[in-house]
């Protein structure tokens, strides 16, 4: 069984940066992708950007600032955030598949 646990979140000033982490356990398997999403008090889950077979994908709305890696031997995947902006705050939830979710981790931007 997967299990997804992120860290790394927190409260940060508007254009610092943060890094999280998600630590999976279980059998992940490298071809498989692995995402970040985010979800903000009132709005929809969204996707921020995945990392597969075919390299990392971002959102519109992060590209150039965030940076998803993942190290298949650790079962680690991150997710460098740049040039943070207030809207960029909400819950970040590490998932595999599409299946399997972390509990999230909370990421606050101030201005």
């Known amino acids: 069984q997967v299990q997804l646990v992120e860290s790394g979140g927190g409260l940060v000033q508007a254009g610092e940066s943060l890094r999280l982490s998600c630590a999976a356990t279980?059998?992940?398997?490298?071809?498989?992708?692995m995402s970040w999403y985010r979800q903000a008090p009132g709005k929809q889950r969204e996707l921020v950007a995945s990392?597969?077979?075919?390299?990392?994908r971002y959102a519109e709305f992060v590209e150039g600032r965030f940076i998803i890696s993942r190290d298949n031997a650790k079962k680690m995947v991150y997710l460098q955030m740049n040039s943070l902006k207030p809207e960029d705050t909400a819950v970040y939830y590490c998932?595999?598949?599409?299946?399997?979710w972390g509990q999230g981790t909370q990421v606050t931007v101030s201005l």
């Open positions: 990392i597969g077979l075919r390299g990392p």
């Open positions: 998932c595999y598949r599409g299946l399997n």
């Open positions: 279980g059998t992940i398997l490298s071809h498989y992708t």
